[in-house]
C-alpha cells in the first residue's frame, strides 16, 4: 500500500516538474515572439525615420542651393534654408502629439491587440489544449 503512494507521488511530481519545464519554456518561447515583433516594429520605425531624416537633409540642400543661385548668394540660400528646418522643427514640436505620439500609439495598440486576438483565437479553437493523461500504473 505504501509502495502505491510512493509510487503515485513520485509520478505525480514527476508529471508536475514536466508541466512547469514545458511551461517555462512556452512563456519564454511567448516573451521571444513578443520581443522579435516589438523589434522588428522598433527597427522598421528607425528605418523609416532615417529615411525622412536623409529626404529632409538633402531636400534642404537643394532649397538652400536654389535659392542661393536665384539671389546670388549661398550664404542667404541655406540661410533660408535653415529657417525653413527652424519651423519645420517649430511645426512638429508644437504638433507632436497629433504627428508623432498619437499615431505611434495607435500602432503600438494596434499590434498589443491583434496579438491578444490571436491568442484568442487559438485557445477558443483549441490549439493549445493539452491531452488527457491517461492512468497507467
Known amino acids: 500500500m505504501e509502495d502505491n503512494f510512493g509510487n503515485y507521488f513520485n509520478q505525480t511530481g514527476k508529471i508536475a516538474r514536466e508541466y512547469l519545464e514545458t ?18 516594429l522598433f527597427f522598421s520605425l528607425m528605418m523609416a525615420f532615417l529615411l525622412f531624416f536623409f529626404v529632409i537633409v538633402f531636400l534642404g540642400m537643394v532649397v538652400g542651393f536654389w535659392i542661393g543661385e536665384q539671389t546670388g548668394s ?4 541655406f540661410s533660408c534654408a535653415a529657417g525653413l528646418f527652424v519651423l519645420l522643427f517649430l511645426s512638429i514640436l508644437i ?5 508623432i505620439q498619437r499615431p505611434l500609439a495607435k500602432l503600438l495598440i494596434s499590434e498589443l491587440v ?3 486576438e490571436e491568442n484568442d483565437t ?3 479553437t483549441g490549439q493549445f489544449e493539452q491531452e488527457p493523461i491517461s492512468k497507467e500504473n
Not at 511551461?23 to 522588428?40: H, M, N, T, W, Y
Open 114 to 116: 491583434e496579438e491578444i
Open 95 to 99: 504638433f507632436r502629439k497629433a504627428l
Open 122 to 124: 487559438h485557445q477558443h
Open 23 to 40: 511551461r517555462l519554456d512556452l512563456i519564454k518561447l511567448q516573451a521571444a515572439g513578443k520581443l522579435s515583433k516589438a523589434l522588428g
Open 74 to 77: 549661398f550664404t542667404i540660400g
